[in-house]
């Protein structure tokens, strides 16, 4: 499974989120993370159809099977991508 933490650097959400994400990455070290500044790959949010940011885009496969854009809480996250990689 991999992770795609979508972001921009002037997003305040963005930099909490970005926290939750290092936290995550040590927490499921057999998921593969990488992180895109939106502002890079604008052909990628219109082909994903990324609404806001933050966003954490789960794939499976090499297909896109989740967005998340509401990151709630670490346990919250850490419990949606532990069983989405089970």
């Not at 997003?11 to 939750?20: E, Y």
């Not at 933050?54 to 949606?80: D, M, N, R, W």
């Amino acid at each position: 499974m991999k992770v795609v933490y979508m972001y921009t650097p002037l997003c305040g959400t963005c930099q909490v989120a970005s926290r939750m994400v290092d936290v995550l990455e040590q927490l499921l070290p057999t998921v593969t993370f990488e992180r895109q500044d939106l502002n890079y790959v604008p052909d990628k949010a219109i082909e994903w159809c990324i609404e806001s940011v933050p966003c954490l885009l789960i794939f499976q496969h090499g297909e896109l099977v989740q967005k998340i854009y509401a990151f709630h809480s670490v346990p919250y996250l850490y419990e949606t991508l532990r069983k989405l990689a089970e």
